[in-house]
């Protein structure tokens, strides 16, 4: 039977009463399984969720944190890879520097590495004497909030779930990245410059940061397609919450705010920035999980995989 916590965030996140469904059938399992997996005794555990963008993967976050803290007893923290953006101004030196692309956060090589390892390592050993800060990153301003807004965590938790779009991503061979995948790569990344610049942050810095990861959860569309779709429905989502929270008079910066607001026609350009690994994480991430949920075009879960 569902409790109080998670009936209030099923409404909370706007979901329609059958999701009651979902979670008793696919979260409240994976609960138990993270509950069993993880001893008691110990702390500061990091669990990887992977799903492109739209796929649910945030909401699954938040609920197996109300499902771990309400069924278990168990205390969790979320961080997410968006909040380790790199700022708008480092971006812009890193197009001018290496290439044009790395303006467009998303990729690997646009997040601060560095400071998302400092974070996790500050989390595990977080008191009341040493105060963990989690930054966050304002997608409607596209760019990090100032350190006076950041989170603070003055206890380790018990568990800590690191969900994002690329996490636990593996680098491409070489022949791989020689070849165009899209229209973006074949106007703009003619040389493969920024693909194999992305590549190689991610043979390395990423590679050390995913290190981290003891569990790993992935959530499997039927088809990379599908991706643009609910990359869309991502953007209006968004853009309804930021227009709730605003008020009438600054609706206008809402809708000029980037990627917030952009058009069907930008959000295409948009994702053929993140194509190529999206594409490729859907061939060699399942046989990494240590949980596969496969979707269907509507994120329903065809099957759910809890390996031993």
């Known amino acids: 039977m569902l409790d109080s916590q998670i009936k209030t965030l099923i409404k909370q996140e706007r979901l329609p009463a059958s999701f009651t469904r979902v979670v008793e059938e696919v979260y409240l399992p994976i609960g138990e399984k993270l509950n069993r997996r993880f001893s008691?005794?110990?702390?500061?555990?990091?669990?990887?969720i992977n799903g492109c963008p739209g796929?649910?993967?945030?909401?699954?976050?938040?609920?197996?944190?109300?499902?771990?803290e309400s069924h278990h007893k168990r205390s969790v923290e979320i961080i997410s890879i968006d909040d380790f953006y790199k700022t708008k101004q480092e971006r812009n030196e890193l197009a001018a520097s290496i290439h044009p692309l790395f303006k467009t956060r998303g990729?690997?090589?646009?997040?601060?590495?560095l400071l998302a390892n400092e974070t996790l390592k500050s989390l595990k050993v977080a008191s009341k004497e040493r105060p963990c800060l989690i930054p966050r990153f304002n997608k409607a301003e596209d760019d990090r909030y100032s350190i006076d807004q950041w989170q603070t965590v003055d206890t380790t938790p018990d568990i800590i779930i690191f969900e994002g779009w690329c996490i636990a991503a593996?680098?491409?061979?070489e022949e791989e990245l020689s070849q165009s995948i899209n229209l973006l790569e074949q106007e703009h990344d003619t040389d493969a410059l920024w693909r194999s610049a992305v590549n190689s942050k991610l043979q390395n810095k990423y590679r050390q940061l995913f290190s981290k990861l003891e569990y790993l959860i992935v959530l499997q569309p039927a088809t990379p397609e599908i991706v643009l779709k609910w990359r869309i429905q991502q953007e209006?989502?968004?853009?309804?919450?930021?227009?709730?929270?605003?008020n009438p008079?600054?609706?206008?910066?809402?809708?000029?705010?980037?990627?917030?607001?952009?058009?069907?026609?930008?959000?295409?350009?948009?994702v053929?920035?993140?194509?190529?690994?999206i594409r490729h994480m859907h061939i060699n991430l399942p046989s990494l999980a240590d949980i596969l949920l496969n979707l269907d075009d509507k994120r329903a879960v065809t099957k759910?995989?809890?390996?031993?």
């Open 40 to 48: 008691s005794n110990s702390k500061g555990h990091i669990i990887g």
């Open 304 to 308: 759910l995989t809890i390996k031993d």
């Open 170 to 173: 593996q680098a491409q061979t």
């Open 236 to 246: 209006e989502k968004l853009r309804d919450k930021l227009l709730s929270d605003q």
């Open 107 to 113: 990729v690997p090589g646009t997040h601060d590495t």
């Open 272 to 277: 053929m920035h993140y194509e190529r690994l």
């Open 249 to 270: 008079s600054d609706s206008a910066t809402v809708k000029n705010a980037s990627p917030v607001g952009m058009t069907d026609k930008e959000l295409i350009t948009f």
């Open 55 to 68: 796929s649910g993967k945030s909401t699954m976050a938040l609920f197996l944190k109300a499902i771990l």
